[in-house]
């Protein structure tokens, strides 16, 4: 390959230019062009004229010489220079240069009081993803550490992926790897996704929502496993409001409405609680404290209450000297208000796995408003609003040596699920319920306590101790009597699990364990199994469901193996069995399919009359976009090409839009009373404990005299699902019927009739969505 003179001294010039405009920046002698007119920025976001980076660089060196050597500090400052110099010439969506992003970062991380290979990572944590800088040529100058921790952070948008779905999980694959190698590496990526979210304001609404999802779903869970209370915080709320932001924006309203009515009662609560303590000789600190308002929504979500019936909406922080002091001031606070049955918590006697400590207390106080309470030490606030970082704030105090131990382990648990998945997907699956923050504590008959995600069995308590346990777990006691493997666990209760001779995981177990671990080991011994085993299996998973569920599976023919191995995806039935073995398919979902064709005995095709009156000899087709029955309101779109009429549902959007454009051609329609035809119906369900939650909403339908002939599952968040169900009904009392079923089970927080959205009938906004 040949290049001439003239195309060397073209880039020799050009990065001579880049060089001298680095330097002039650097000694702020840059004379920057007059910017375009630009439109005012959105709220919250800096000019780009009134932004320094070097003012900031010489800010955040002078914040760093607090408490590193000088010579990290010109590291810091070296890293500064060679990021500049990697990013220049890009700017960001406000309009700053884009090396104001890396220095806000790397003061982040100065404020946690990382050491300097941190700092200089946070400088530099863009330039391998954004810029032609090699990690070779990273680690030459700053060392193979600083290079890991940068390279750990950098995504894979490099890389070609078949969907989004599979990209962010192998992004967050090869994050959480590098975190469980050097914790730093998280630390960096939450500074980062911190300054992203003060500044999504610059950010073009559609991708507004998609990028405070992706924050709640995964950066928010993961800084409440590190403890760090202070950035969870503001991730969920920031999150929340752009999700989310007209329930946001109303909620703060009654949230500071309800502040402003008791602003009375709670400087009484406050001046009445110090005297007290003052009068037993107690030394307390008594703070005001704003609850979160995710966490406020998350709780009137979740238990389906109003906001008026939230009970720790006004709460106290008291911070004590001494562990003995907390307890002492309980009792206080307990003599002075009456306590609220059930509302006590001591995570002093039993921590959280990510450290935090703290009495909590919810109290009656004048006029019967409810007070929340959390008694602690200014060591265990500390350790609950720095988590893993207190390790670096306060090195000299000791403190947060049981929340290091109790990280590694967190770190090493992922190392373990990572070997036993076979995808990034499958990965990402796995881990997600371990970083929920919701967990109960169960004892071994040894006394030692276990922390497990809330809607965990004995499985998952076996998978806890060993992989060996788990795989060799053939039944358990809970509080020395016999129980069912597949049963909840709840707070305080002791399991002993019985252990047979050899590994025989049951595929069924996949429906109800809830740790990543546990399905991640079952999984890997079922993908061992052979396809005579895993056949085999399945066969019996599916005589399981059947029976259970009373479901007529020696009935089905060929031709209803053929129907669901092609809904499926699967060439021959073989191969749905192979996937059904190794809990690839839920038996009980497959099951249903199978026999939805004789579920309800339909009637000889010679004796059916048409479902729909007023045809005058038109065939006709039920809409599957809003799928309608018996009692609905319905409208016919009439076909003249194909003579056929096309009935939906009144309510649906493509009826709506349709009648408006063409009218002439809709016309209302009514069902024949004498028709007794089943019907399919789509419905729509948001699910928690989602594997545990099928195999109860498939045993609910089958009671209810129907099948299920498809369904489709979305994640919605690490903890929540939605189940898009195809069911066989006979009209719309018996599809009221299996709603009102569905409505009464624990862990479905929503049931809808299904309605495809008409994308021509109007713009979707990703961004709102109410």
């Known amino acids: 390959m040949s290049v001439s003179a003239s195309s060397v001294q073209d880039n020799t010039f050009s990065f001579a230019k ?20 630009q439109p005012a920025p959105p709220a919250g976001v800096i000019p780009a004229e009134k932004v320094n980076p070097v003012a900031s660089a010489n800010a955040l060196a002078e ?66 993803e954004d810029t032609a800088i090699s990690k070779i040529e990273m680690s030459e100058k700053f060392g193979i550490k600083v290079a890991e921790l940068v390279d750990g952070v950098s995504k894979l948008d490099k890389l070609k992926f078949s969907s989004n779905e599979e990209a962010q999980a192998e992004s967050f694959h090869k994050m959480l790897l590098a975190m469980s190698r050097d914790v730093r590496v998280i630390l960096i990526k939450l500074a980062d996704r911190i300054h992203n979210m003060r500044t999504l304001g610059a950010v073009k609404p559609h991708k507004k929502f998609r990028i405070a999802k992706e924050t709640m779903e995964i950066y928010v869970p993961i800084a409440n496993r590190l403890g760090l209370y202070s950035v969870y915080r503001e991730l969920a709320d920031v999150s929340f409001s752009f999700m989310y932001p007209i329930r946001h924006r ?109 009495l909590h207390t ?61 995808t990034s997907l499958e990965f990402m699956e796995n881990i997600k319920v371990d970083i929920s923050p919701e967990h109960v504590y169960v004892f071994t008959p040894k006394g030692k306590i276990l922390q497990l995600p809330k809607g965990s069995t004995a499985v998952d308590f076996a998978y806890q101790i060993h992989s060996d346990v788990g795989n060799t777990c053939i039944g358990c006691r809970i509080n020395s009597e016999p129980a069912l493997l597949s049963r909840e666990l709840k707070n305080g209760e002791m399991v002993e699990i019985i252990t047979g001779t050899t590994p025989s995981p049951n595929p069924q177990w996949l429906s109800s364990v809830r740790t990543g671990r546990a399905r991640a080991e079952i999984r890997q011994f079922l993908r061992q199994l052979s396809d005579e085993g895993s056949v085999k299996s399945a066969n019996i ?33 073989n191969d749905l069995l192979s996937a059904v073995g190794r809990g690839l398919k839920d038996a009980s979902l497959i099951a249903h399919q199978l026999t939805s064709s004789i579920t309800l005995g339909r009637a000889d095709s010679s004796e059916k009359q048409p479902a729909v009156l007023d045809l005058h000899g038109r065939g006709y087709n039920l809409a599957p976009c ?45 069902w024949n009373p004498t028709c007794k035809e089943t019907f399919s119906a789509k419905l729509d369900a948001e699910i928690t404990e989602t594997h545990a939650t099928l ?76």
């Open 18 to 37: 880049k060089t001298a405009d680095a330097i002039k920046r650097a000694v702020g002698l840059d004379t920057p062009k007059k910017p375009e007119p």
């Open 63 to 128: 914040r760093c010489r607090l408490y590193l050597s000088s010579s990290d500090v010109n590291k810091i400052r070296e890293a500064f220079r060679y990021a500049d110099q990697a990013h220049l010439g890009q700017f960001r969506n406000s309009g700053a240069p884009y090396i104001t992003h890396p220095i806000a970062v790397a003061e982040i991380l100065a404020s946690w009081h990382m050491d300097a290979q941190v700092i200089e990572a946070g400088l530099m944590h863009d330039v391998l």
């Open 250 to 358: 109303v909620l703060k309203e009654a949230v500071e409405k309800s502040r402003a009515r008791r602003k009375q009662a709670l400087e009484q609560i406050s001046h009445e609680v110090s005297d007290a303590l003052a009068r037993n000789k107690i030394r307390g600190d008594v703070q005001d404290k704003n609850k979160g308002l995710w966490r406020i929504y998350s709780k009137m979500k979740e238990r389906k209450i109003k906001f008026s019936e939230v009970l720790d909406v006004h709460s106290f922080r008291l911070c004590v000297p001494t562990r003995d002091d907390c307890y002492r001031a309980l009792g206080v606070i307990h003599a002075l208000y009456k306590p609220v049955p059930g509302r006590f918590k001591d995570f002093i006697a039993i921590p959280k796995a990510n450290g935090y400590q703290s």
């Open 362 to 422: 919810t109290v009656l106080g004048p006029k019967g408003l409810p007070v929340e309470f959390q008694i602690r030490t200014e060591e265990m606030h500390h350790i609950c609003e720095d988590g893993i970082t207190a390790h670096w704030l306060y090195k000299d105090r000791g403190e947060s040596s049981s929340l290091q131990k109790s990280t590694q382990s967190w770190l090493e648990s992922l190392l373990e699920i990572q070997r036993q998945s076979g």
């Open 541 to 573: 998973l599916l005589t399981n469901a059947a029976k259970q569920q009373k479901l007529p599976l020696a009935q089905i023919t060929d031709h209803d193996w053929l129907r669901v191995c092609k809904s499926n995806g699967f060439e021959s039935k």
């Open 626 to 670: 809003c799928t309608p029955v018996p009692e609905d309101p319905i409208q016919g779109h009439f076909i003249k090409a194909t003579n056929t009429v096309h009935i939906h549902r009144s309510d649906c959007s493509h009826c709506q839009r349709g009648y408006r454009v063409d009218p002439e051609n809709w016309q209302e329609m009514s």
């Open 695 to 770: 195999e109860k909403i498939t045993g609910q339908i089958a009671k209810a005299q129907s099948s299920i002939s498809g369904f489709s599952l979305t994640e919605l968040s690490p903890t929540a699902s939605k189940v898009t169900l195809t069911i066989q009904i006979k009209d719309g009392k018996h599809l009221q019927k299996i709603i009102n079923a569905l409505r009464a089970i624990p862990a479905v927080r929503l049931v809808s009739r299904h309605l495809e959205k008409d994308l021509a009938m109007k713009p979707v906004d990703v961004e709102e969505e109410e």
